[in-house]
């Protein structure tokens, strides 16, 4: 199996182009400039116009917990991530990371009894209500996110 994020893209939308697809070292302090240069391709992608975000917040949270949960928040790690885009298929990101993955549906919902007081746990949740389409792959070590 294909282990490039880049194929993944191009596998899952059939006609997109990939503009833009990297590894990042599991580091949180790196986060905010990451975003921050993906989110300015975005815009120059002239990708999710209105949208931006929805956007950049969803990839935060989906980078922060690739590092923070599949890698430990060991910077020995790699996060892998691409950006994929067109006009009738929308805006599709997929960030991959080498953990041992997880099974979404476990994740407790935290607008509910005791989780509301939790300072945690709410990163898959905004995902959700960020971006039109979510969907975890490779047993939850791949998150797929389409906003059109």
Do not use: W
Not at 28 to 49: D, F, Q
Not at 102 to 128: C, K, Q, W
């Amino acid at each position: 199996m294909n282990t490039n994020p880049m194929s993944q893209c191009e596998f899952d939308v059939g006609k997109m182009v990939v503009r833009f697809t990297a590894t990042i070292k599991a580091d949180i302090n790196a986060l905010g400039p990451v975003v921050s240069g993906v989110t300015r391709i975005i815009n120059e992608m002239k990708c999710g116009a209105g949208k931006e975000y929805e956007i950049e917040l969803a990839l935060q949270e989906a980078l922060a917990n690739a590092i923070i949960h599949g890698c430990r928040n060991d910077p020995s790690k790699d996060v892998e991530f691409c950006i994929a885009c067109d006009e009738s298929h929308g805006l599709l990101i997929v960030v991959r990371d080498p953990g041992p993955g997880f099974d979404p549906a476990s994740i407790p919902n935290p607008t509910m009894g005791e989780n509301v007081f939790s300072d945690h746990g709410r990163g898959i949740y905004l995902v959700n209500q960020l971006m039109d389409e979510v969907r975890f792959e490779r047993g939850g070590t791949e998150i797929h996110m389409r906003k059109f």
